[in-house]
Each structure stands twice: as C-alpha cells, then as structure tokens.
C-alpha cells in the first residue's frame, strides 16, 4: 500500500505546490478514466472524485504519494458542445501548469482503449512531444474489451499515434497498474516498491 494524501484543488497557478518533489500528470479527454485509475493505482477508491457526468474534474488536484512525489488530476476536455472555447478554457489552464513546471517527470496520457482518438487525444500528444515532458500512453477501460479486441485497438489506436506504445489499462480490474507504477518510479526514481 502507499501513502496517499490529497493536497490542493488548484484553480490557478497561485495554488501550485512549492516545494519542487516530482510531478506525475495524469491527462486525457473528460470521463476516459483518470480519476479513477490514480484511486486504483493508489488503492484509495475515495480518494480522487470520479463520476459517470464528463467534467468532474475542473481544476487541477494534486495527490501527494507517500510523501515523495505527487500524482497530479488534471481537468478533463473535450466534454463541452462549445468545443473551440472548451479547448481553450481547458488549454488555459493546463498551460500555466504544463509550461514552465520544471517539476513534471512523468505524462500519463489517458486514451478510451475502445474507440479511436480524438483530434484532441492526437494534438496533446504532440503538444508534450513538442514540449519534450516525458510521456507514456495508457488505453483505459480494457475491461470492457475481449482478448480478441484488446490486440486489435491496441494495434488501431499505436498506430494512430505514429506507433507509440500503449499500456492497456482497467481502474476495474487493476490491468496494466503494474507496468504503470514500473515507469512512474523510474520517473520519480524511487526504488522501493509500491502497490503489489
Ligand atoms: P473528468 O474528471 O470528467 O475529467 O473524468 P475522469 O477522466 O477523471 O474519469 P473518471 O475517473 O471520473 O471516470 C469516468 C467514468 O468511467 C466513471 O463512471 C468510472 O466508473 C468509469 N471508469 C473509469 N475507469 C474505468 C475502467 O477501467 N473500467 C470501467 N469499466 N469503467 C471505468
Ligand atoms: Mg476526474
């Protein structure tokens, strides 16, 4: 088990945390999961807010982990019928926190592994490409996949993102935690196990 302690909902880059101890980001379209997956990863299901309404998330929530490195909640997008100003009130925000935040090691990139990506999910991976934050790709929901359809979106949805590896992931089940917590402490550089 690890120590997870939520810190700050963070509505403007007033609230950031000051203290400089790696940042691991969790990213992607509204609803795909992300909330969710930081619960299971930490073994807290209480402790990020999740819900079937898209948008629960709206600022910036960071998680301290075991007392060295932070998980950090990013508001979803691409939930708004508006979609041009919902990607920049979502741009917005992630910026002021993405741009200039030395802090960030790790960019845990959330896509639905049952459908393709969106314009959105392609232009945040070029964006962190772009602007060199280390990032890995996770497909979510893999539950709700057969074995048979599993290989296929995994094969579909690589390929889109110009052959980016994709670790299948459910917050269901615990598929894909392993290999998730393997790269996040490479990142963090924290040696000692976590969540087996
Ligand atoms: P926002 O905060 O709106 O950006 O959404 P989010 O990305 O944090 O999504 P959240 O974790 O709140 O999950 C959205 C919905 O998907 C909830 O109803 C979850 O129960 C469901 N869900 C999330 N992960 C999984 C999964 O791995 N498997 C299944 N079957 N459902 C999931
Ligand atoms: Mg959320």
Redesign the pocket.
């Known amino acids: 088990m690890v120590k997870a302690e939520f810190i700050i909902s963070a509505a403007s880059k007033r609230d950031f945390p000051q203290d400089g101890i790696p940042e691991v980001v969790f990213a992607g379209r509204s609803n795909v999961g ?2 969710s997956l930081i619960n299971r990863l930490t073994g807290n299901e209480k402790l ?1 807010r ?1 819900s079937s309404t898209p948008g ?2 709206q600022s910036i929530n960071f998680y301290r982990i075991d007392g060295s490195f932070y998980f950090v ?1 990013l508001p ?1 997008f691409g939930y708004a019928k508006a979609a041009k100003s919902e990607i920049q009130r979502w741009k917005g925000l992630i910026e002021q926190y993405i741009i200039n935040r030395s802090a960030i090691v790790l960019a845990i990139q959330l896509v639905d592994s049952r459908m393709p990506p969106t314009i959105l999910d392609l232009r945040l991976f070029e964006w962190l490409e772009r602007l060199e934050v280390p990032h890995i790709l996770v497909g979510t929901k893999a539950d709700k996949l057969s074995n048979n359809q599993r290989n296929t979106q995994m094969r579909v949805i690589s390929k889109s993102f110009g052959g980016q590896s994709l670790v299948m992931s459910s917050a269901e089940t615990g598929a894909g935690c392993k290999e998730i917590w393997k790269r996040v402490l490479q990142a963090t550089a924290v040696t000692k196990s976590s969540s087996e």
Do not use: I, M, R
Request: hydrophobic fraction near 10%; charge should be positive; proline fraction near 0%.
């Open positions: 992300k909330s990020a999740t629960k998330t909640d979803g």
